[in-house]
């Protein structure tokens, strides 16, 4: 808050406005401390698996990159398709709650998506191995019967279901809440003069959603897209219990050999990892941190590239 | 939307060229009704064997979807068409949701509900027990200390740096904090977990250090973006004539903040801090690294393993005994738990936002 | 201040929790009289390491904690190769091993025992590894170590493959694939599974050395229970898990020798007592070598057998005693029948268990 211009009028400095301030900043400047500590602690940990030799990994893998390659791929490959499932729906839940149901029922109907996001990934991968992989398994065949010629869908079709397609649907369901619940508490910002101005120019209710809401809730949605994005891509538990891994990059979303994720294979791996296996371990992590940053530097570009809606600029 | 008139005989031109009022309800039971006469024709050709009842559901309601649309537009035009079926496609991505959401509470409800019945379920630890039997107190109790920290620590550091994003902040260190707070909501929670026992096991030079408080901290890397962001937008969100106003009145900017800015966008916050709780208080690969597990009571956070629901949850699932059914029941018993208390947290904020958001009539 | 408003749930959660938390009903300070007095010992005692005994070690622990009321001991299941790394850093007073220690970890120092003192590995848990199967309309399959190498390896893609038929000429074998499951985490049974087959099967079946990772593509889940849930959901398939935990499903019988031998305790046993000790280390060290080609139709080859590591001498006299009663109750008949009870291992042979008696006497 530099004055730039002596013609600005200085506002008198309340102690109560100095230490409040300066509680805010600290509080911000201690979140980058955090993470830089985070950071740090991760490259130094990985720096031995940069140079680690074929005799560190298991399998043909000869080297750190290699190794990480087909994980890479895995992660963003599930989160991504995640994403697409996810956003969607949590959008229309939204709407739904913010524009569709009845004032009385929204309420709890939001209170019922959030219960979602209380669900530990424990259980969401009981669930996947119990309920979803069993229940999709049959289309899987069919799907690869019909439409086997499709590379993405080409067989031959998991026994069990527990494929990265599936990984994704259940995925999608975990981030939902965190979308929705954004989503909607933006929509229902949305200043009233807006949309009355929508209907009063006897637009439908769709077309004022179109016009008001869905402008002015943009950046929110990339946002919170985001942040679901963010949990997809570090998921651990509910991706290492349902999918069933292979060390390569496989674009087939419906066989047993699936691209593992780089946080699953670090839960898979971790327990049984000693010696120079933990900074190999700590490495994918350092590069998943890599992979979300440059995913939300993206973010980032696109919300900037648009005007910004929000009340406080 | 609809006229009072629809019912009468004489062509009133308000009502000319709409559907009746509640023909949208008609043509979505008519659709149903369509598709299970479908699925029962198939059930008797013997095609499939049983009816399958989540079909006609699903079938159905594409069928209201094309059915209200074609209708629509031929009567309505194609405006209103659209509006419909945008109507009815949000609606049903609502019921979608609903689908896993039903499907994963019956499944921990019908497994979890008979461990959770047994008497010692919520008096007692699992110390000493072998097979059947003991309970989740221990683990209630790690659960809510260490969360409960987590939230201590995250939501004061959490708010005051989106406040100072969105009310201070210029510059590159506000460029800076949003930024490296959209890297940090990917941190992995399992590298949360192991910066956690980096830390301490440095600090107390200790390489088998365990305990609670290191999981709180570990959640707090892992919440503090969540309560950032999503309270980024909520402030965000405040118009700034609300700001405005009370400048105007010559009040002191900290006050215009605690007083006007945040009860107003109080609501979402609170919701987004209830969704960054729920979403580190099912966390199970940090706790297993730095709060580590135990089958005995521990209150203190600052020393010695202490258990968690989550990791009780995975340790009774991944590691089995003989009588593998004790295990599985209590570990559906313990998410049951889990979710009721996630749930009674959830309500009770909620009256806590009700009760101190102004009152807008919306 | 606006800030206790969002505090508010936490402390009312924390507060709650207090009031909850008046005292565990089975926790009580009140330890019957007559056993408390039986014993003496006290304090606290970690181990670390192999996940696959943790049911076991569980059982154990009530045992032994039930007889010494003074005692907590805490095992976790952090992986063979995290326990014993930190065991040799002083982090645990005991380590269990689905392996036992390399010569070079031998030869490195020890930070919990006492200066020039080294540590032993001993033979306490024997579980049979199951080959288990899902195969609509067969109830008992015959296998030999070459079919299942090349039924594992992928070389044998049908449930009807000439091979699997010629070992079960009476069975109905469907003409479906087989979906094979393996762990998709390392573990020690996955590289007593791969060590069965790298040493019983045919030279070129199975190439692939003993490893943590298994090391051919096919369906992977995590841990023994995801790989039963596999199985258990799924059709036509096969995968391998520990014995106990198989619960319901079918269990494939081996070729040893001319006969088929399916899974029992006692057989698991009989293959551990009739193993070598592991040539050139300390006589104490019980390291086994187990003997997989065996043809004895009483012994069957594919079992786990996991150590535990401790020291010979401890730096702290008091904790050495600690370890020293754990280990020989553990080690005795009655801990190997809780075990056996609780999560289903092969008691060690009399012989055995009187060899582990004998050097943790020596333990101090």
Request: charged fraction near 15%.
């Amino acid at each position: 808050m530099t004055t730039a211009a002596a013609t600005t009028i200085k506002a008198r400095q309340r102690p109560g406005d100095r230490i409040f301030s300066s509680a805010t900043v600290i509080s911000g400047s201690l979140i980058l401390a955090m993470l830089a500590a985070v950071a740090i602690f991760l490259l130094v940990e990985s720096l031995p698996a940069f140079v680690a030799g074929p005799d560190d990994f298991s399998g043909d893998v000869t080297n750190f990159w290699s190794y990480v390659g087909p994980l890479v791929f895995g992660t963003i490959y599930s989160a991504v398709l995640a994403l697409l499932m996810a956003v969607p729906v949590a959008i229309g839940i939204a709407l739904f709650i913010s524009h569709f149901a009845p004032r009385k029922l929204a309420q709890g109907l939001g209170y019922l998506v959030d219960l979602l996001a209380a669900v530990p990934s424990v259980v969401f991968g009981l669930w996947g191995i119990g309920v979803l992989a069993p229940l999709v398994q049959p289309f899987y065949t069919t799907i690869v019967d019909w439409f086997g010629w499709f590379t993405p869908l080409a067989g031959p079709a998991s026994g069990t279901g527990r494929t990265i397609f599936t990984v994704s649907i259940v995925l999608a369901v975990m981030i939902l809440p965190i979308i929705t619940a954004i989503c909607r508490e933006i929509f229902l910002q949305t200043p009233l003069l807006h949309e009355e101005a929508a209907l009063a120019l006897g637009a439908t209710r769709w077309e004022m959603i179109r016009m008001a809401v869905l402008p002015f809730g943009l950046p929110g949605i990339i946002s919170a897209s985001m942040l679901g994005l963010g949990r997809a891509l570090g998921e651990t538990m509910a991706v290492a219990m349902v999918l069933s891994p292979s060390p390569e990059v496989i674009f087939q979303l419906l066989t047993a050999q699936n691209s593992n994720t780089i946080a699953a294979n670090i839960a898979l791996n971790f327990p049984e990892a000693h010696g120079v296996g933990v900074n190999i371990l700590l490495a994918t992590g350092l590069v998943l941190f890599i992979v979300t940053l440059l995913v939300n530097m993206l973010a980032r570009v696109i919300i900037n590239s648009r005007k910004a809606f929000s009340g406080a600029n | 939307m609809s006229s009072v008139l629809e019912a009468s005989p004489l062509t009133n031109s308000l009502t000319a060229g709409k559907l009746p009022r509640r023909a949208s309800l008609w043509v979505l039971l008519a659709s149903w009704a369509v598709s299970a006469a479908f699925f029962v024709m198939l059930h008797l050709s013997a095609a499939v064997d049983g009816f399958n009842i989540v079909g006609t559901f699903v079938f159905g309601t594409v069928l209201y979807c094309v059915a209200i649309y074609v209708l629509s537009r031929l009567v309505e035009g194609s405006r209103k068409a659209k509006d419909r079926l945008m109507t009815a496609l949000v609606t049903a991505a609502f019921v979608i949701a609903l689908l896993p959401l039903i499907s994963i509470i019956y499944t921990t409800t019908v497994n979890g509900l008979p461990a959770i019945l047994t008497p010692t379920f919520f008096t007692s630890s699992q110390r000493n027990v072998v097979g059947a039997g003991g309970g989740v107190l221990h683990a209630v109790i790690g659960t809510l200390m260490v969360t409960g920290m987590a939230t201590l620590i995250s939501v004061p550091i959490g708010l005051l740096a989106s406040i100072y994003l969105v009310e201070y902040g210029r510059g590159r260190l506000a460029r800076a904090i949003t930024f490296f707070v959209d890297v940090m909501t990917g941190v992995p929670s399992i590298v949360a977990g192991l910066f956690a026992f980096a830390l301490f096991a440095l600090l107390f030079d200790d390489p088998g250090i365990r305990f609670g408080f290191g999981g709180a901290i570990a959640l707090s890397v892992l919440m503090i973006p969540v309560v950032v962001r999503s309270s980024e937008e909520m402030l965000k969100l405040v118009p700034n004539e609300l700001r405005e106003a009370a400048f105007a009145l010559g009040v002191p900017k900290w006050l215009t903040i605690l007083k006007v800015v945040l009860p107003t966008s109080i609501a979402g916050i609170v919701t987004g801090v209830m969704l960054s709780i729920a979403r580190v208080i099912g966390e199970t690969a940090p706790l297993l690294i730095i709060a580590g597990f135990t089958s005995s009571m521990n209150y203190d956070l600052f020393s010695e393993r202490m258990m968690t629901l989550p990791v009780f949850v995975y340790t009774q699932y991944a590691n089995q005994g003989a009588d593998s059914q004790a295990f599985i029941d209590r570990a559906w018993a313990a998410a049951l738990t889990l979710i009721l208390i996630v749930m009674l947290l959830n309500g009770l904020a909620r009256l806590i936002a009700y009760w101190f958001s102004p009152k807008l009539g919306r | 201040m606006n800030f206790k408003r969002f505090g508010r749930p936490a402390v009312i959660a924390i507060a709650a929790g207090l009031a909850l938390s008046s005292c565990a009903a089975n926790e009580g300070a009140t330890p019957a009289s007559d056993e408390a007095s039986a014993s003496t010992l006290t304090g606290t005692l970690n181990g670390a390491g192999a996940s696959s005994m943790d049911a076991a070690q569980q059982a154990w622990i009530a045992g032994f904690q039930t007889a010494n009321t003074g005692v907590t001991i805490n095992y976790e299941p952090s992986g063979s190769g995290g326990g014993r790394e930190a065991f040799i850093a002083g982090g645990t007073d005991f380590a269990g091993s689905d392996s036992y220690m390399s010569t070079d970890e031998l030869a490195g120092a020890f930070a919990s025992c006492a200066p020039d003192s080294k540590a032993v590995d001993l033979p306490v848990y024997i579980s049979p590894i199951a080959v288990i199967f899902n195969v609509d309309g067969v109830d008992e399959l015959n296998m030999d170590a070459d079919t299942l190498a090349k039924i594992f390896s992928g070389a044998i893609t049908t449930w009807d493959d000439a091979a699997i038929v010629a070992l079960n000429p009476d069975a109905t074998l469907p003409s479906d694939i087989i979906h094979a499951v393996h762990r998709s985490d390392d573990s020690g049974t996955t590289k007593n599974f791969t060590d069965y087959l790298g040493q019983a099967a045919s030279s070129g079946l199975w190439a692939e050395k003993a490893s943590d990772t298994f090391p051919f593509p096919g369906e992977g889940a995590k841990g023994t229970s995801g790989v039963v849930d596999a199985v258990t959901n799924g059709t036509n398939m096969i995968g391998y898990a520990d014995a106990s935990q198989a619960g319901t499903l079918s269990t494939a019988k081996l070729k040893v020798g001319s006969e088929f031998v399916a899974y029992t305790p006692e057989a698991a046993a009989e293959v551990v007592a009739g193993s070598p000790l592991v040539a050139d280390r300390a006589a104490d060290d019980l390291a086994l070598d187990l003997n997989r080609k065996t043809t004895n139709p009483a012994e069957y080859p594919l079992v786990l057998v996991s150590y535990a590591i401790v020291c010979n001498e401890y730096a702290d006299a008091a904790q050495g005693e600690l370890v020293k009663a754990y280990i020989e109750y553990i080690a005795s008949a009655a801990g190997q029948a809780v075990a056996e009870e609780s999560a289903g291992v092969a008691p060690l042979t009399d012989k055995l268990e009187a060899d582990v008696a004998a050097v943790l006497a020596t333990v101090k």
